[in-house]
């Protein structure tokens, strides 16, 4: 019995992965990715079909929103039941974010979904969007048995799979521009295409797929900075309808201890507004109540994010609120790794 080729979507939102060159004016222009594989004939050589959608009007990164996100997520749940793996290619500036708001929206995927990019144009002479582009499908169409291999939100760029929602983009310039500074990288392609099997979720099977769209748009991030004063952390919290804050604090989740400072925070709290501590730290995790400094955080009930991303903490913040998680139980749901966005 001859295996099952692989059907894979290939989706482009915008980026530069998806620009090439106008020799005649020198502008970049968008690519048309109905003709994808007569411009990068080594697709053919790959063991799948492929389909492609593309945005109506592909967005730079920069624009990228909550209603972008659902848009993706539209078009996943459409060809879900026809399609065995999905790549979605956008521009990397906001990458992390989308691929983790992706991550929270799917419950109970069995299908990868890889994110990938580049940071040159795919016309361009040392473009690194092709090897991106061509091992991401690859990744996104390996079996193992009759089912994926990968059951989850990745992230492919520069030789490297990674957990999407445990990404950050670290690098304008170089090739190697996302890092997880906490988790281990899935895969790795070299002369061959490894896994490592100990850190991918297992595959979902014989469960209903469920897509949550509902995202709070009113929430912000709060950055703690030497000589921050009461009046601009009072006027951030006071911001009319604002409901959740991510706070990016000092270490292992340090703040500062003056009494205006611990009162703001606690009065916020009190007024239902949800907020998350997280570190400015490109790695390494909060742990209320290690110093001093962070103990006056964990007595008036902040929440902790442990060794989430900024960018993560922000999609989950943004998915819970808009899921109406009960005020009672939120803390204990959002400190509750969901998609293995933390440790």
Known sequence: MLAKIPNIL???TGGTIGMVKDYKSNALKAFNFEQIKDKIPELNLLDCEIDTVSFD????SSNMSPKHWVKIADIIECHYKNIDGFVVLSGTDTMSYTASAISFMFENL???????GSQLPIGDLRTDAKENLITAIQIAATQDGDAPKIGEVCLYFEYKLYRANRTTKVSSEQFEAFNSPNFPQLGESGVHLIFNDNVLKKVVENKPLIVRKNFEANIVILKLYPGIN???VKNILEIPNLNGVVLETYGAGNAPTDAWFTNLIENAINNGIFIVNVSQCISGSVILGHYETSNHLKKIGIISGKDITTESAVAKLKYLIGENIPANKFKLVFETPLRGEMS
């Open 110 to 116: 069995s299908k990868p979904v890889i994110f990938t």
């Open 57 to 60: 009007a592909p967005i730079d």
């Open 10 to 12: 290939l989706i482009y």
């Open 230 to 232: 009461e009046q601009i």
